[in-house]
């Protein structure tokens, strides 16, 4: 018996260390995956945002902000580079679909402020993990962004709308 529970465990810390490290080298994920533990439940229910984003009038969102460097909220070094970068920049982490495993790493967005209109450009350089946490309707944003806009970090989340540059 305590054999069995011993190699679950180990079955598991090696999952989890798995999940860990694709996140940490932005590798593509399984928006719609199954759980793939043995005896699971199946779970089918897509967990992140589609890739498609919308052509015309940009992509409904929330905009959350986020610390890009060492220390601080944003967690490990950004998906597309494994480096930390400076809040100063503009700077954004999409949704796991959205973010479509790496392939939006280093292009540039627009953001659209739905409360003022106002609009900045800024570089995808991480992603903010929907199957660990995000929601899959985030655009999370350096301090910069939000300054750019006009708008208080203090708030948390604002409606924005984004679309690929």
Same mark, same amino acid.
């Given at each position: 018996?305590?054999? #069995? ?8 810390? /090696? ?12 590798? +593509? ?7 793939? /533990? ?32 060492? #220390?601080?909220?944003?967690? #490990? ?16 982490? /999409? ?20 409360? $003022? ?19 899959? $309707? ?15 970090? $203090?708030?948390?989340?604002? +409606? ?6």
């Amino acid at each position: 018996m305590a054999n #069995g529970r011993l190699a679950l465990l180990a079955m598991l810390v /090696l999952l989890l260390a798995s999940c860990a490290a694709a996140r940490r080298h932005g590798k +593509p994920d399984q928006c719609g995956g199954e759980d793939s /533990l043995p005896g699971m439940r199946r779970h089918r229910e897509p967990r992140c945002s589609s890739p498609a984003v919308s052509a015309h009038g940009g992509t409904p969102a929330v905009m959350t902000v986020n610390g890009f460097q060492k #220390g601080e909220d944003g967690g #490990g070094p950004a998906a597309c580079d494994g480096h930390y970068h400076s809040d100063r920049d503009m700077l954004v982490a /999409l949704s796991t679909g959205w973010f479509a495993g790496g392939r939006r790493c280093h292009k540039s967005i627009r953001i659209t402020s739905r409360q $003022n209109g106002r609009s900045v450009v800024a570089t995808v350089v991480d992603e903010c993990d929907s199957r660990h946490g995000c929601k899959n $309707n985030i655009v999370d944003t350096s301090a910069a962004v939000w300054h750019a806009l006009g708008l208080d970090t $203090n708030v948390g989340e604002v +409606p924005v709308t984004w679309s690929d540059v």
